[in-house]
């Protein structure tokens, strides 16, 4: 009996084949998925912000790029996945609002994609699929069984990568 495991924003969750994990409401945030192909396990993060380097507070460790993908590497290796199996999927980063100006400061959705692709490198996690960017939000249902990730989108449609 499979479950849907919900995963709210800021938040990270695990889970086994059958279950599935899904997030909804990526807007500029990113959806991590990480997971074992062998195991058939993952972790999907719901993360808001770029890095913790800059933040006030860094309790949760869930709301940032760098910090959340040293949460789902502890997770799974505690969960007996080897670093050696694990793949990375990612979606969200969209710039929600057009600002105007040339600050960067504003491309939080851009921001956060660069940031989890750097981290993903660092830990020599490899992507094997991205749906980032754009001006539209994303809900996303991710099968860490099949390693299927279902991105859907208001006007632009459903697909999985």
Request: proline share 2%.
């Amino acid at each position: 009996m499979e479950k849907i495991i919900q995963v709210g924003m800021a938040d990270l969750k695990f889970a086994k084949a059958p279950d599935k994990l899904i997030t909804a409401g990526l807007g500029s945030c990113i959806g991590i998925c990480i997971y074992d192909k062998v195991l058939k396990s993952g972790c999907l993060a719901h993360i808001m912000l770029p890095s913790s380097q800059q933040a006030k507070s860094t309790q949760n460790k869930a709301k940032f790029a760098d910090t959340a993908i040293e949460l789902i590497l502890h997770e799974m290796e505690s969960q007996g996945a080897s670093r050696l199996h694990l793949l990375a999927k990612i979606a969200g980063g969209a710039q929600m609002f057009k600002f105007s100006g040339k600050s960067d400061i504003m491309k939080i959705g851009e921001r956060n994609a660069v940031a989890v692709i750097e981290n993903l490198q660092k830990n020599r996690i490899r992507i094997l699929a991205r749906d980032t960017g754009g001006n539209y939000g994303r809900t996303i249902i991710f099968d860490p069984g099949t390693g299927d990730l279902l991105v859907r989108t208001i006007g632009h449609g459903e697909r999985v990568i």
